[in-house]
């Protein structure tokens, strides 16, 4: 896909990760539909890429609200009269071993809230956001992609049992939707970062994070710039669907 005037709407758009790759794929040219729940930043994000001289639009959104997201697929459409894809990049953690015990004496669970958020978002979210995006694609008669962000914690990460279920979900999803959607001219790709040095994980104590670093074969955080430059690849190349590309810095949990 060449990107010039393109229309790609992003979810978690409009801070890190999913504002990076906005941002490199306005310089690619392509126009994009930024989709978060924060105003303020959605609106700063607006200006920077627009100051790229590509259009943009925000769109307050919660994911995993059905009518606000086919409302703001159908408010994409009337704003743009285009749409050729979408990142499912909005996501939230809520961390916590599943059973914790001392002395033969459970001490906390992780608790179906945290279990019931993270699945709310980071899985119904993607399927919501994905499946909107698909069919407004096919009604508009616009070819293009859909990029889902999983995870490397999708083979199983400990302290995560919400997050691996559903970024694993996400992979899943991914090749499902391949085979069902090229018929239409779209193709399903993921993503699967490691470890990335967001604002989240810089605010990490210094031990934890060098910890974490070690853990990696090239010794380094990934960056959101190579994040985004793979989401790039991935639009730029007709032949890639059913697939998700790790780029992770040769991690294996």
């Not at 616009?142 to 302290?159: D, Q, T």
């Not at 993921?190 to 470890?195: K, L, M, Q, R, S």
Request: glycine fraction near 10%; hydrophobic fraction near 50%; charged fraction near 20%.
């Amino acid at each position: 896909m060449d990107l010039q005037d393109k229309v790609i709407a992003i979810t978690g758009s409009a801070q890190g990760l999913g504002f990076c790759m906005a941002h490199a794929l306005a310089q690619a040219g392509a126009d994009i539909a930024l989709i978060d729940m924060n105003e303020e930043k959605l609106a700063e994000a607006v200006a920077a890429i627009e100051g790229l001289g590509r259009r943009a639009k925000a769109y307050k959104v919660n994911v995993a609200s059905e009518p606000e997201v086919e409302q703001a697929f159908a408010s994409i459409a009337n704003d743009f009269q285009a749409l050729h894809g979408v990142i499912t990049n909005a996501g939230v953690l809520r961390d916590g071993l599943m059973i914790k015990a001392k002395d033969g004496e459970v001490v906390s669970k992780l608790s179906l809230s945290a279990w019931q958020t993270v699945i709310d978002v980071n899985l119904t979210g993607v399927f919501l956001c994905a499946r909107e995006a698909a069919a407004t694609m096919i009604q508009l008669g616009c070819e293009g992609v859909i990029l889902n962000i999983s995870s490397v914690s999708r083979a199983g990460n400990m302290g995560q049992s919400n997050y691996s279920a559903a970024k694993a979900g996400v992979a899943s999803m991914t090749t499902v939707w391949a085979k069902e959607l090229a018929r239409y001219g779209i193709r399903c790709m993921g993503i699967a970062p490691g470890f990335i040095a967001t604002e989240m994980v810089a605010s990490m104590k210094p031990e934890a994070l060098d910890k974490m670093t070690a853990m990696i074969p090239l010794r380094r955080l990934g960056t959101p710039e190579e994040i985004a430059a793979t989401a790039r690849f991935i639009f730029e190349n007709d032949y890639l669907t059913g697939r998700v590309i790790e780029t992770d810095g040769g991690i294996r949990l």
